[in-house]
């Protein structure tokens, strides 16, 4: 009963370095969401994607961070050149679908430091 | 601007009593609602939910509460466990528009419920 897989669970990074987040969706999911959660905040969307395409990535800043969805193996969150506002925890979340009413099942998350 | 508010970051309960969350949005265009709860270096864990087309849902101990004219609904656990101690998060998001997917949280309420 595997559910939305993310690693690694802890990064650090030093101000400069890249940070790639993995997630890899219940089995069956093919639509794969990130939040990010800053401290003493609820989680904001970032990206919504589908296998091999960006559905909508209103919510990710336009520098510096991207993210893929391959045909074969995980999500991946990629940031570059790390600043220390970066650091927060990343959520990735799966659905079966994306019609109607969605519920979307959680990852345990990365915890990204930024020194 | 905040579109989902949860105005009490804490709320400390009895065991057996009832725990209430409370949560105010201000989106009008919101139309699915959902409950998550988050354990500490955990992801949130999804909880119940409820459509606009509905003013209650209950699911066991958890029921939800919407009040559409008032733009609030609220989470009661009956009775309350100390299992149930974890932070609450209140989620919503445009189930029948184009980004259905998109889901807006709260900042948490962090309950405890004291043996």
């Known amino acids: 009963n595997a559910g939305v897989m993310q690693n690694p669970r802890h990064l650090v990074r030093r101000r400069g370095q890249e940070a790639r987040l993995r997630c890899s969706p219940m089995?069956?999911?093919?639509?794969v969401y990130w939040y990010r959660q800053l401290p003493e905040e609820g989680l904001k969307f970032m990206v919504y994607?589908?296998?091999?395409?960006?559905?909508?990535e209103s919510g990710m800043p336009k520098e510096r961070f991207s993210a893929e969805f391959p045909k074969e193996g995980p999500s991946i969150l990629r940031i570059q050149q790390v600043v220390r506002g970066d650091s927060a925890a990343y959520f990735c979340?799966?659905?079966?679908?994306?019609?109607?009413?969605?519920?979307?099942?959680f990852g345990a998350g990365t915890r990204l430091s930024v020194l | 601007d905040q579109q989902v508010k949860q105005n009490s970051p804490s709320l400390s309960v009895q065991e057996g009593r009832i725990s209430i969350l409370n949560c105010d949005y201000t989106?009008?265009?919101?139309?699915?609602f959902l409950w998550y709860k988050k354990y500490p270096a955990e992801g949130p864990t999804f909880l119940i939910s409820i459509s606009s087309i509905k003013d209650k849902n209950e699911d066991g101990r958890f029921t939800v509460f919407l009040n559409k004219s008032a733009k609030h609904l609220s989470l009661h656990i009956v009775p309350s466990q100390p299992g149930d101690s974890a932070v609450y998060f209140c989620?919503?998001?445009?189930?029948?528009?184009?980004?259905?997917?998109?889901?807006?949280f709260g900042k948490g309420t962090l309950l405890t419920v004291n043996p």
């Open positions: 989106n009008s265009m919101f139309d699915y």
């Open positions: 979340a799966s659905s079966l679908s994306s019609g109607g009413a969605v519920i979307q099942y």
């Open positions: 994607l589908q296998k091999e395409n960006i559905i909508d």
């Open positions: 989620a919503a998001s445009v189930g029948s528009g184009g980004s259905n997917y998109k889901l807006t």
């Open positions: 089995k069956g999911h093919s639509h």
